[in-house]
């Protein structure tokens, strides 16, 4: 069988994605799409079986019941250039195979991040390991005070490098902002995991500008999967069972018969929401 090729995908391949001040992402290759997810899902081979409103169902339900085997069957690479501090917590996700750049075999170029003054922030009063959104008045004085000390840092590493000290020792006190590159390659099972908590608002920003970057690469490779996925994992919710306790409780049963009825929802998804509440058809008709 020929390998799926999804034109939106091969529009973007080598491009290089500016993010923040000197970083981008790069799509190298990707294997498969969403017709990849579907012949996954009926082990089936060939394209035509089923129509594209049959294909986005289908995607749209394995999804929204946690099947998530066929989307671990697309897999993307990226090339990604990015802040040391922001590869550290990228690395958390630690379903992937990556490569990084290594300090011991290259000279690392004299390349940090600053941030806007817009993106310069304080502590949050009410977030440990979070920025406060407020404006900083003295972003620009301390954008400088970063620079400087980017700038003595590097000539620090220069001056070790000239006196012919080890790559591996001499780049120890380099900073954090120093811009560091890998190869990353996902599957998109767990490529939507990093998104869906990479998009949220309480990621940092920086790691926030890469994630909005690669969530547009994904649109154009999986586009029915990525609708999918903003519907029941990047702005839906899941609810503990004493918190569905108490929006039975809470319900208005009639009420929610009638919107359902009124909504574009099919049959099955109603049934199915139905289900989630504890509530059959017959009561919501009755109640």
């Given at each position: 069988m020929a390998r799926l090729t999804v034109?939106?995908?091969?529009?973007?391949?080598?491009?290089?994605?500016?993010?923040?001040?000197?970083?981008?992402?790069?799509?190298?290759?990707?294997?498969g799409g969403d017709a990849r997810i579907v012949q996954a899902a009926r082990v089936s081979y060939g394209e035509g079986t089923k129509t594209v409103r049959e294909d986005k169902a289908l995607i749209d339900y394995l999804l929204r019941n946690r099947?998530?085997?066929?989307?671990?069957?697309?897999?993307?690479?990226?090339?990604?250039?990015?802040?040391?501090?922001?590869?550290?917590?990228?690395?958390?996700?630690?379903?992937?195979?990556?490569?990084e750049v290594s300090g011991r075999y290259s000279v690392m170029r004299d390349e940090f991040y600053l941030p806007h003054p817009g993106a310069?922030?304080?502590?949050?009063?009410?977030?440990?390991?979070?920025?406060d959104e407020k404006e900083v008045p003295e972003a620009?004085?301390?954008?400088?005070?970063?620079?400087?000390?980017?700038?003595?840092?590097?000539?620090?590493?220069?001056?070790?490098?000239?006196?012919e000290i080890a790559r591996e020792l001499a780049r120890m006190n380099l900073p954090l902002s120093l811009y560091t590159e890998m190869y990353w390659q996902i599957d998109l099972h767990n490529l939507f995991h990093f998104l869906r908590l990479r998009l949220d608002w309480h990621a940092q920003y920086e790691i926030r500008a890469y994630g909005e970057t690669?969530?547009?690469?994904?649109?154009?490779?999986?586009?029915?999967?990525?609708?999918?996925?903003?519907?029941?994992?990047?702005?839906?919710?899941?609810l503990s069972r004493s918190e569905l306790a108490l929006l039975r409780q809470a319900l208005d049963v009639e009420k929610l018969r009638a919107l359902l009825d009124a909504s574009e929802m099919r049959a099955s998804r109603r049934e199915e929401l139905l289900g989630k509440l504890g509530l059959a058809e017959s009561d919501a008709a009755t109640t």
């Open positions: 034109a939106s995908a091969d529009a973007l391949l080598d491009q290089e994605f500016k993010v923040l001040d000197h970083g981008f992402v790069r799509l190298v290759d990707y294997l099947h998530t085997s066929p989307f671990e069957q697309v897999v993307f690479t990226f090339h990604v250039k990015l802040p040391i501090f922001v590869a550290r917590q990228w690395l958390r996700h630690r379903t992937a195979r990556l490569n310069v922030r304080r502590q949050s009063g009410k977030n440990r390991q979070g920025g620009p004085e301390i954008i400088a005070l970063l620079k400087a000390e980017q700038a003595r840092a590097y000539a620090s590493y220069q001056g070790l490098l000239g006196q690669i969530a547009k690469i994904v649109q154009a490779v999986c586009p029915m999967a990525y609708e999918a996925f903003e519907e029941h994992l990047l702005y839906g919710q899941s």
